[in-house]
Nanobody
Framework: QVQLVESGGGLVQPGGSLRLSCAASGSIFSINAMGWYRQAPGKQRELVAAFTSGGRTNYTDSVKGRFTISRDNAKNTVYLQMNSLKPEDTAVYYC????????????????WGQGTQVTVSS
């Protein structure tokens, strides 16, 4: 019913930059929250940055000042600009969206993208 398509991952040297994109499509009535999570090998998935249902932004402490989340509501797209990348940022990055569908606009549904690999290495 809803698809999240991510792009922009890759291999970058420490100190470099990448920009991730996530576009949502399908029977969308509204998107109440949208953001990025990541999972490194052997670790739990963690929040990186997200727009909350109240319109605020949340960042995990380790990326504050380096990563910026932005969105284009007309395109149902969220972006993650990642600067000053560090090897510890290496992970699979997943897009998440909390969506209300056109047929059931009173009910929240969580969707995940397929993930995009970000590798920071010299």
């Amino acid at each position: 019913q809803v698809q999240l398509v991510e792009s922009g991952g890759g291999l970058v040297q420490p100190g470099g930059s990448l920009r991730l994109s996530c576009a949502a499509s399908g029977s969308i009535f509204s998107i109440n929250a949208m953001g990025w999570y990541r999972q490194a090998p052997g670790k739990q998935r963690e929040l990186v940055a997200a727009f909350t249902s109240g319109g605020r932004t949340n960042y995990t402490d380790s990326v504050k000042g380096r990563f910026t989340i932005s969105r284009d509501n007309a395109k149902n797209t969220v972006y993650l600009q990642m600067n000053s990348l560090k090897p510890e940022d290496t992970a699979v990055y997943y897009c998440n969206a909390r969506v209300r569908l056109s047929g059931t606009p009173w009910y929240d549904n969580d969707y995940w993208g397929q993930g995009t690999q970000v590798t920071v290495s010299s």
